[in-house]
């Protein structure tokens, strides 16, 4: 397993730390990410209908040419992500906070995005020990299987970019995970999953839809 801190958060992330539509503590955050991969008959899979406020517009297919690439609005929780055509969007609340769940239409490949309204972590040291227990908590997940793991330390925020294989039910799916976390206690986490044998296809499609997540 290869570890650095030299990684550039701002080409990963397009917010500002600002996810007025979530909120959980920051301690708090589950890993979640291959009991969200389903099948193709779960009951718990609804596509979400176009209502009013919500629009989608056709734009340049990237990074694909073979992909026809549409701009998904959600104006009730005030984001915006950028998604392959037929690829299905969920809001989903749990007790605790409320999930975005992106999957494709075989429900083989999914990201999730969970975002954080924790305290503040103006106060020295208070970051970096809040991403030390994050960085903790993701190593000794027994189902994750962690290949790179590259963290980065800016002025006002603190994250990590990690990839490996989680297992699940007997199955093992490669994954992405994206935290960030701001000193104002604000922070997201975006989570990919795919299987191992379609990561040329699989991989930057998600990358794409994960870095082009954007709140109003």
Do not use: C
Not at 90 to 109: F, G
Not at 114 to 138: F, T
């Amino acid at each position: 397993m290869s570890t650095s801190k030299n990684f550039s958060t701002s080409k990963i992330f397009n917010q500002k730390g600002n996810v007025p539509f979530l909120a959980i503590a920051i301690i708090g955050v589950v890993i979640l990410g291959g009991s969200f991969l389903i099948s193709k008959n779960s009951n718990n899979s609804q596509k979400i209908s176009q209502t009013q406020g919500q629009k989608q517009n056709t734009i340049s297919p990237e990074p694909s040419s073979s992909i026809q690439w549409e701009i998904y609005k959600d104006e009730q929780y005030g984001y915006s992500l950028k998604r392959p055509a037929g690829w299905v969007v969920e809001n989903m609340p749990s007790e605790n906070s409320r999930l975005i769940k992106v999957t494709d239409p075989d429900k083989t490949t999914f990201v999730l995005i969970e975002g954080i309204a924790g305290p503040s972590l103006e106060k020295e040291s208070e970051l970096e020990k809040v991403m030390d227990l994050l960085e903790d908590k993701l190593k000794k997940n027994s189902n994750l299987k962690i290949a790179t793991f590259t963290r980065s330390n800016e002025d006002n925020s603190s994250g990590y970019l990690a990839t490996g294989e989680e297992t699940f039910d007997n199955k093992t799916v490669a994954f992405e995970e994206r935290f960030m976390v701001w000193k104002n206690g604000r922070g997201i986490r975006l989570h990919s999953g795919y299987a191992p044998d379609s990561k040329e296809i699989n991989k930057p499609v998600t990358a794409e839809i994960m870095s082009s997540f954007t709140t109003d």
